[in-house]
């Protein structure tokens, strides 16, 4: 089974709540992404999580939080939600090693009003 | 910083006419490219991949040549299937990331083939 499942597909949330959106995994990978994709635009990386450590883009550092109880479970978590954080969430993992496949989750569809 | 380049927004062809999706990139290093397909609804998925110059790589009927000279990794199919409609997006990896594959992507192609 090579799927990434994401959890919900569609997410509502209001101005300044909490965001928590959940991916999982089991092809037993090292490495889980989330990617953020806004209407025409590139997908761009959030962060990833290799094996226990976490790495975040330094240009979205403080927007973002995720955790990672374990090999097959990862979150990303939005303090305070703004309407600038509607967008798809693509959920992503990969063999620990460079240049190899990912395989991507159908996404959550965050609409923050 | 790395970058990709896909010119077309959307495409539009009719069945049987052949494809070519543009995609250029901007690198420091010499990257692993890559096309990812996502159809209505579905996950992005692996088409291609390529770090070699100058060597095609193939698959479900679809080619692409990594032109290191030219930084371009177009991607081609002689003749588009109606199944063929879906996004499709160009993405560059940096080599030698340790423990990730970090994916830096174009905007994405919409491609619509009608009969």
């Known amino acids: 089974d090579t799927t990434v499942k994401q959890n919900p597909r569609y997410k509502l949330a209001r101005v300044g709540k909490p965001v928590n959106l959940i991916c999982s995994q089991t092809?037993?990978?090292?490495?889980m992404y989330w990617y953020q994709k806004k209407p025409n635009q590139a997908p761009k990386l959030l962060l990833f999580?290799?094996?226990?450590?976490?790495?975040r883009e330094a240009d979205t550092f403080e927007k973002f939080q995720s955790s990672r109880p374990n090999n097959s479970f990862c979150s990303l978590y939005i303090g305070s939600a703004g309407l600038e954080y509607s967008a798809m969430y693509l959920c992503?993992?990969?063999?620990?090693?460079?240049?190899?496949?990912?395989?991507f989750g159908k996404g959550t569809r965050l609409t923050v009003v | 910083g790395d970058s990709v380049t896909q010119t077309e927004g959307l495409v539009t062809l009719t069945e049987g006419l052949p494809v070519m999706l543009n995609c250029t990139y901007q690198?420091?290093?010499?990257?692993?490219l890559f096309w990812y397909v996502q159809h209505l609804n579905e996950a992005p998925k692996l088409l291609l991949k390529s770090f070699t110059d100058n060597k095609r790589p193939e698959h479900q009927g679809f080619h692409a040549t990594l032109h290191k000279s030219s930084s371009s990794f177009h991607l081609q199919k002689s003749s588009a299937q109606l199944s063929d409609s879906a996004l499709y997006y160009c993405?560059?990896?940096?080599?030698?990331?340790?423990?990730?594959?970090?994916?830096?992507f174009g905007e994405g192609t919409k491609l619509t083939v009608s009969s």
């Open positions: 690198s420091t290093y010499s990257p692993f």
């Open positions: 092809m037993n990978h090292d490495t």
């Open positions: 992503a993992s990969s063999p620990g090693t460079s240049n190899t496949e990912v395989f």
């Open positions: 993405a560059l990896s940096p080599p030698n990331q340790g423990g990730s594959a970090k994916l830096i």
């Open positions: 999580y290799y094996d226990k450590i976490l790495n």
